[in-house]
């Protein structure tokens, strides 16, 4: 099996750069030989020549175009990995990897990133699923963070850290109303059929233990994990929906939907970080907020 060498494609690099052997050799501080066969051993190992000499000049053949495009890939790789380890400030973008939990506002989720989405030094990648899939991802560094509306627990084993980030309240959501009685919460939950977040949801949870509590069986239209679904259903149901306002703002402000009642139930937002030696510095922004994050980067702009 060959090994590809580091040294190699620092060498290929620079003579694409040049088109020249010797002024490469020149810059390398090596001698032309030395340098012509390090470039011989890369083409050895890839089966393929890199370089026409056209001219007196060294061009790159299509297989050349290919390994440096690789090549320069490798090396800002390496180049970030050394100013991240060595906490050094970079000008070259940095990524943020965030896991959603299927069952979190996509509107809470827009808010928290809004942010960095006009960043031109900030690429983000957005995985979305059921919390016991996004955990694993984050103890394998595949996401810096997870967003959640469920907290986790912390021991030795998990050492996951919970950043409460913001608690909204709970209503009862429903289409216009076409009596001007007052819906009573919980009783007319009896003889309402409600559309509910699935048990995954802390708020799910809560909304359960009230129902027990009050002695009611409230009548269940559907169950939906994922929050767009919830949402999309809301709009297209008679039914009512448990679910934050901010779920259904837009829906709410169109007058499409309203209202029926609030609960003293909350829906709390996480994110969930795990121990890391070399954090990435992007998810202390995304924990500070919008609101925060924005007034940093003013204040570091200023300083510059």
Not at 85 to 114: D, H, K, W
Not at 149 to 172: G, K, M, T
Not at 222 to 241: I, Y
Not at 264 to 270: A, C
Request: proline content about 7%.
């Amino acid at each position: 099996m060959s090994f590809l060498n580091y040294h190699h494609l620092r060498y290929f690099r620079e003579i694409a750069n040049q088109g020249n052997l010797t002024r490469a050799a020149e810059a390398l501080s090596v001698s032309p030989a030395a340098l012509s066969v390090q470039l011989k051993q890369l083409e050895a190992m890839i089966e393929h020549p890199l370089f026409d000499r056209v001219h007196k000049k060294l061009v790159l053949t299509e297989a050349g175009r290919i390994a440096l495009d690789y090549a320069e890939s490798i090396f800002r790789s390496g180049e970030e990995m050394i100013d991240r380890l060595q906490n050094r400030p970079t000008n070259r973008r940095q990524m943020l990897r965030i896991g959603a939990v299927s069952t979190l506002s996509r509107n809470f989720q827009l808010e928290r990133i809004r942010p960095f989405l006009n960043r031109s030094d900030v690429e983000l990648i957005l995985h979305t699923g059921l919390l016991r899939d996004l955990l694993p991802q984050l103890n394998s560094h595949t996401i810096d963070v997870i967003l959640s509306n469920r907290a986790v627990a912390r021991d030795s084993q998990q050492p996951w850290y919970c950043h409460l980030l913001e608690e909204l309240p709970v209503s009862i959501i429903g289409p216009p109303r076409k009596t001007k009685k007052k819906f009573q919460y919980p009783q007319d939950l009896r003889e309402t059929p409600i559309l509910l977040p699935g048990c995954e949801s802390q708020m799910r949870t809560a909304f359960d233990l009230e129902m027990k509590q009050a002695g009611i069986h409230p009548m269940i239209a559907a169950e939906v994990d994922d929050m767009t679904m919830l949402r999309l259903l809301a709009r297209h149901s008679q039914a009512v929906t448990l679910v934050p306002p901010v779920v259904v703002q837009d829906e709410l402000r169109q007058g499409i939907l309203v209202e029926w009642a609030s609960t003293p139930l909350r829906e709390s937002f996480y994110a969930i970080t795990p121990e890391r030696r070399f954090p990435n510095p992007l998810v202390a922004d995304l924990i500070r907020g919008p609101i925060q994050a924005k007034a940093l980067q003013g204040s570091k702009r200023g300083k510059k």
